[in-house]
């Protein structure tokens, strides 16, 4: 992490598997499958969101957790306090946040 200067885990999109490998975690990735997992599974407390990571694992958006995690995030940034104003939100948004692929799930 200091090697990235990660201070934040929002910080953590920066660094990839690769980046984790070059330093001997392979070990890490190959236990864990993907960077994603290993950190959630090593640092439980924190709070993983999509913002979190560049790519979200396989799967990621099939979590009703993910998926609501994700949501209250939004809504907190765009002050969405109500389900109406949902229907503002553009595609446009929502990719530019990272959830392309919960958009393209429903």
Known sequence: ANEYHVNDIKEWKNVTC???IDHGGSGLIRKHGNLQNCLRENFPDEK???????RVPTNWWNSKDNQRTFLDAFARE???TSPG???KVRKSQL???GASS???KY
């Not at 993983?48 to 560049?54: D, V």
């Open 48 to 54: 993983w969101t999509a913002e979190c990571f560049s």
């Open 18 to 20: 690769q980046n984790i």
């Open 95 to 97: 990719v530019a946040a």
């Open 78 to 80: 765009h002050n969405i």
């Open 85 to 87: 104003e949902w229907s």
């Open 102 to 104: 919960l958009y393209e």
